[in-house]
């Protein structure tokens, strides 16, 4: 960051009061998206603490206890899960050379365009008891429904096999960028120094790589306290699916303000973990020169299990489910062009292209203030806008509700009063409040992607901007904007697809009749018209592809160096 004032003193006094008041207008809209972002926050805060002791203590003493067991089991199980399938992938096709070891560096990030739901709809389908493995199972030994075991889908094992299978990727991508950052002196010194293959990557390679290894943990469990569409379709009673259940089922607007606060907290506790984790590891390699680990060739048997290990979570977190949905959407009457369909995908398409250019507006605005002026007010503005990642969908959805409701009824009691006109809900069930959620929920996301192609603008490009004579918004037209294409058109995908598969504030805060493509397939498996939820889930997926191709490029660059 360059330590010049931002603007140059020897500008002549017009240039630089319009420089002043461009940095005035920037920091006011940044501090606007950052409010924007700690609404919700603070919404549900208030009206949680103004619902009084006797619904929480309803709560603890009915459902509370059982969200919180369910809620902390799923995220345990999801945790060693998607540690041992990332980790270990990332491992074998960056540390050995087997047959396909290319293929699959790229096909272990597929499993990242499926949400969980649609996960849950195509293995229901097949792994229920009328499905097609129990029904052959029944065929070939005779059996009768009662006479043996098979396991749940419908339980807290089986969203978890779900989540995993969607949310190894996180891990995987950052365990791979961190061996292969990796320098082999270390590691070949405690194989001089006897110690096996294994014992050297539990104790050297292992703990290098921690810090990487748990912000991808981190990031997996943040999606599963988030997820509502698996949980609530398998009936695992959790925060998310109580907070929906409060709110709609019952009416009680306390209720699930208290259930949001209680998994908030939850989110921020692991948010601000994820943060100490990652401010505090400083491993790095005291080699003075990086010396690239040579990768083991695995022959025979160990290539082949090799190869076995890495295709299972592809086949299953990618291939299998679309087959599966592919037979499913065949056998339905869903047609995709009727005039329904276009209608969802019309829904869909604009909020999330809508959502999209909002998001990626507002982190500019963050990012590029933050690059002007660093301090306590750019600072603090960008990290209040990252916390949006660590706030649940649902939760978003209640604070946002909350506030906008009050003022809507309020401002319609104000008008029949003055003016006998009633003005009906202005903001709340409009499309617009539906955006903000979104820009609160993904703005990290988009933040990420825009100062990490921010890192690469030289800070004098800047400085010789001030001198030209550019004002902020000059400065970011004619300089920033033309460099940062590739990183913006990124982060734009990202938030989209992000969009398109978001389910729990969809389903709370999108107007009337105003159905999308999560919706309608939510709203088919709900009644368990599951080849019908098939045809919207794979449009899902097939848009999904689009952000998961741009970052195996990436993978596969890097890999490639």
Same mark, same amino acid.
């Given at each position: ?22 940095? &005035?207008?920037?920091? !006011?809209? *940044? $501090? /606007?998206?950052?409010s ?7 919404a549900? %805060?208030? #009206? ?11 709560l ?32 074998l096709?960056?540390?050995?050379r ?6 699959f560096e790229?096909?272990l ?7 969980a739901?649609v ?13 097609i ?13 009662r006479?043996?075991w098979?396991?749940?889908? &419908?339980?807290?094992? !089986?969203? *978890? $096999? /779900? ?11 950052? %365990?791979? #960028? ?13 194989r001089?120094l ?6 050297a ?10 810090p990487?290894?748990a912000?991808?943990v ?8 988030a997820?509502f ?8 009673q959790?925060f998310?699916?109580g907070?929906y259940?409060s709110?709609?089922?019952?009416a ?12 908030l ?5 692991l948010?601000?973990?994820e943060?100490a ?8 390699d ?8 040579e ?11 090799? #190869? ?9 977190g ?5 087959v599966i949905?592919?037979s ?24 999330a292209s ?18 002007l ?17 660590a ?22 009691a104000?008008?029949r ?5 009633s ?6 069930g ?6 903000? #959620?979104y820009m ?6 988009a933040?990420?992607?825009y100062?990490?192609?921010q ?11 001030r001198?030209?004579?550019q004002?902020?918004a000059?400065?970011?037209r004619?300089?920033h904007l033309p ?9 734009l ?10 389910l729990p ?13 999560a ?5 088919l498996?709900?009644?368990?018209r599951?080849?019908g939820a098939?045809?919207?889930s ?14 195996c490029?990436q ?6 160096r």
């Amino acid at each position: 960051m360059s330590d010049a004032p931002p603007v140059s003193t020897a500008l002549p006094a017009s240039a630089r009061r319009r420089a002043q008041d461009g940095l &005035r207008v920037l920091a !006011g809209c *940044a $501090v /606007m998206v950052a409010s924007i972002c700690a609404l919700p926050m603070l919404a549900v %805060a208030i #009206a949680a603490l103004s619902g009084g002791t006797e619904t929480i203590t309803h709560l603890m003493q009915t459902v509370l206890p059982r969200y919180a067991g369910t809620t902390i089991w799923l995220v345990a199980l999801v945790s060693v899960g998607t540690f041992c399938l990332g980790v270990g992938a990332a491992w074998l096709v960056t540390m050995t050379r087997f047959p396909g070891v290319r293929l699959f560096e790229i096909a272990l990030v597929l499993p990242l365009a499926f949400p969980a739901y649609v996960l849950a709809y195509a293995y229901t389908h097949i792994l229920d008891h009328p499905g097609i493995v129990q029904t052959l199972l029944r065929d070939v030994t005779g059996w009768g429904p009662r006479d043996y075991w098979f396991p749940e889908i &419908r339980s807290v094992g !089986g969203a *978890a $096999v /779900m989540l995993i299978l969607v949310l190894y990727p996180y891990v995987y991508l950052l %365990a791979r #960028a961190a061996f292969l950052q990796q320098s082999a002196t270390t590691f070949l010194a405690a194989r001089a120094l006897g110690a096996s293959a294994w014992a050297a990557f539990f104790k050297i390679s292992l703990p290098l790589a921690r810090p990487a290894i748990a912000g991808g943990v981190l990031l997996a469990v943040m999606e599963t306290i988030a997820d509502f569409g698996t949980v609530a379709y398998f009936g695992v009673q959790t925060f998310a699916t109580g907070i929906y259940t409060s709110w709609f089922s019952l009416a009680d607007r306390a209720g699930a303000a208290q259930l949001a606060l209680c998994l908030l907290s939850f989110a921020l506790l692991l948010a601000l973990l994820e943060r100490a984790q990652r401010g505090g590891a400083k491993y790095h390699d005291p080699a003075r020169r990086q010396q690239r680990m040579e990768p083991a060739v695995l022959k025979g048997p160990r290539a082949a299990m090799a #190869a076995i290990l890495c295709g299972i979570p592809v086949a299953l977190g990618a291939v299998l489910p679309v087959v599966i949905l592919f037979s499913m959407g065949l056998g339905s009457e869903q047609n995709l062009l009727s005039p329904r369909y276009l209608g969802f995908i019309q829904n869909s398409l604009t909020l999330a292209s809508v959502a999209a250019v909002c998001t990626v507006v507002a982190a500019i605005t963050v990012g590029f203030f933050q690059r002007l002026r660093p301090g306590r007010l750019s600072h603090g503005s960008a990290y209040v806008a990252r916390l949006g990642y660590a706030v649940p969908g649902g939760v978003i959805a209640v604070g946002l509700m909350v506030p906008f409701a009050a003022f809507d009824n309020a401002f319609d009691a104000f008008m029949r009063a003055r003016f006998d006109l009633s003005t009906g809900l202005l903001i709340t069930g409009s499309i617009w409040l539906l955006v903000a #959620a979104y820009m609160v929920r993904f703005l990290a996301a988009a933040l990420g992607a825009y100062e990490g192609g921010q890192a690469m603008v030289p800070a004098n490009m800047d400085a010789a901007a001030r001198s030209l004579g550019q004002t902020p918004a000059g400065t970011l037209r004619r300089v920033h904007l033309p460099i940062l294409a590739p990183s913006l058109l990124t982060a734009l995908l990202i938030v989209f697809v992000d969009v398109m598969k978001e389910l729990p504030a969809t389903l709370i805060m999108r107007p009337f009749n105003y159905d999308t493509l999560a919706v309608q397939a939510y709203r088919l498996a709900s009644d368990e018209r599951l080849e019908g939820a098939a045809v919207p889930s794979l449009v899902i997926v097939a848009i999904g592809l689009l952000p998961v191709i741009l970052i195996c490029r990436q993978v596969s660059r890097r890999g490639n160096r």
